[in-house]
């Protein structure tokens, strides 16, 4: 019997007649409520599944589909590198069931965040788990956003984002066997995409081995090592305006390495890198490192594929 129908019962002038019994229901109709209330409560909470910032939200809720609500931590606007932890994330985290991240100390803000959460049922899947972490090399230039535990940026890495959407797979089944079978077909399509875009990058970049590069962030060296490219230097430029140092510094790396392209990424100030350009006479090419965009899963193919584009065109 349903709340709703106990309740019409209840709520009839022929149950006031047997009070004893009356009262045995009303008891029976609250517990029945309450459990029912509480059942919901909790089937909404476990269904919850925080992503910490773009690509380990595009792989996550590739895997989940409409199965579990997934939200991000950091703005698909700002990466990781520039989002600064507010009270309410925190409290995202006290309501969440999973915490997908990259690991590898790309989320530096997250030991903090997760401890003000104070939820002690948090489970968090490591999408890296199992990859061997690149260090960051200094080619005697400056670099930003140093990592003690290695170069983060694996994603972009086609092989290592299916290791990475494998184990965000496995990590839901954990938590979350019901839907077992629904996280494994999704992941095994995404993960097809991604061997498809992998022989894409093999077959466009597969005659231009040794093709070089400077890049203005650490973003590459998984990509470039994957398909036979060189990113030879990572320089760091100041976020106002460019010094004739600055320049000079490039200039020497240019120099140096022999490289065919300088390499940006969306959303930096193409006038400044345009007057580089000039003086050092090589293009301005923009590389997306995918730490911020659209929230479809498929933009990771979409900006990927931009990228082949972009690196084909300087390695020709």
Known sequence: MSPS???????????????????????SAIAVTIGSLTTVAQNTRSTKVVATFLPMYLFTKAVSGASREVEILVPPNVTAHEYQASPSDARKLAQAQILVKNGLGMETFLSGLVANAGNPQLKQIDAS??????QEEDHGHSHGHSH??????????????????????????????????????????YIKQLQQLDQEFKSRLGSVQGCKFIAFHDAYP??????????????????????????QRVIAAVKEYDVQALLSEPGVNDSRLQQIS??????????????TGSLDPQYYFTAMRKNLKTLEDICK
């Open 5 to 27: 129908q106990l309740f019409r019962i209840l709520t009839h002038p022929s149950s006031w007649k047997r009070r004893p019994l009356f009262a045995v229901l009303l008891i």
């Open 129 to 134: 788990q199992g990859i061997q972490a690149l």
């Open 148 to 189: 003690a535990e290695g170069n983060p940026h694996v994603w972009l890495d086609p092989i290592l984002a299916q290791k990475q959407v494998a184990n965000i797979r496995e990590g839901l089944i954990a938590a979350d066997a019901g839907n077992a079978q629904t996280y494994r077909a999704n992941a095994d399509a």
């Open 222 to 247: 998984y990509l470039a090592r994957r398909y036979g490219i060189q990113q030879m230097a990572v320089l760091e430029l100041p976020e106002d305006s460019i010094s004739p140092r600055d320049i």
């Open 278 to 291: 000039n003086d050092v006479g090589l293009p301005v090419k923009t590389l997306d490192p995918i730490e």
